[in-house]
């Protein structure tokens, strides 16, 4: 399914956080939201999960605004892992995995034979089998992380929002993660801070700043010199991946 952002601003507290954001995902293609500090990453992808409505433009998936949909209906096919997400109960990892369940369910069913094993998939595609039966307070950050990833592989979401994901992975997971993304067909929207994991990892790349779309095109295309300079006030140094041919940024510090 592809995804839309047409005309997205969001107005908060008196101020636009995001303006006349257009982006446009082809199906199966890795999108990611690159940009500075406050530009408006997590403010645009949490429009799409549904968590802030925006005040103009709309979200489409496959051409219809997803506010015409029962928010069960748009998680059958959209799945986010956000950025922070606070979880004060002591569920189990197979209990918060099983939560991905839930959209496609009437009422408080039990998992079918079939969903048991999405779920078994989801845990060990994220790496969490080992974690299965461990209470998520007592999780490390990044065993944390991996858990909501099952989570929404077990949603078999057609789209994929996801708020810097590798945010207290270690390298291992990291690439782990990064590789799936690539090799799925789902379609994914992905906000990052590395650039160069995001140019590895994505199709294209959006460049925001102050809220709306500055740049988007191939890696290639966005990391430039110029470009990074424009959105984040420093210069890198690009060369090529030696076997991959991929802009990859080096910085004077
Ligand atoms: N609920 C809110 N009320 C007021 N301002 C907000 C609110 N949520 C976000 N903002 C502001 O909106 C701007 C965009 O925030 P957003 O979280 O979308 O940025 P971001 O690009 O994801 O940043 P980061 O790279 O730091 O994660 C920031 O200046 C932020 O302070």
Redesign the pocket.
């Given at each position: 399914m592809s995804i839309t952002l047409d005309g997205l601003s969001v107005h908060?507290?008196g101020?636009e956080?995001v303006r006349d954001l257009n982006v446009e995902t082809a199906e199966g293609e890795v999108l990611g939201l690159v940009?500075p500090?406050?530009?408006?990453?997590?403010?645009a992808l949490r429009c799409v999960y549904r968590a802030l409505r925006p005040s103009r433009g709309a979200v489409l998936l496959d051409g219809a605004d997803i506010s015409t949909l029962a928010p069960r209906e748009s998680a059958r096919h959209i799945a986010a892992v956000p950025?922070e997400s606070s979880n004060d109960l002591d569920f189990t990892v197979t209990e918060i995995v099983e939560l991905g369940r839930f959209p496609h369910h009437r009422g408080n069913q039990p998992l079918t034979t079939e969903e048991r094993a999405v779920r078994d998939e989801a845990m060990r595609r994220a790496d969490v089998v080992h974690l299965a039966d461990r209470g998520v307070l007592s999780l490390s950050g990044g065993e944390r992380q991996r858990v909501l990833l099952a989570r929404a592989f077990a949603q078999q979401p057609r789209v994929l929002v996801l708020d810097e994901p590798t945010n207290h992975l270690d390298i291992h997971h990291q690439i782990q993660l990064l590789r799936q993304l690539r090799t799925d067909s789902t379609t994914v929207l992905i906000?990052m801070?590395d650039l160069n994991l995001a140019a590895a990892t994505c199709d294209r790349l959006a460049v925001?700043a102050n809220g709306t779309v500055l740049h988007i095109g191939t890696p290639a295309e966005v990391l430039t010199p110029e470009l990074i300079n424009e959105a984040f006030g420093v210069t890198p140094s690009i060369v090529r991946h030696p076997r991959t041919g991929i802009p990859q940024l080096h910085y004077d510090i």
């Open positions: 908060l507290a101020t956080l940009g500090n406050g530009s408006g990453k997590s403010t950025q906000a801070h925001l």
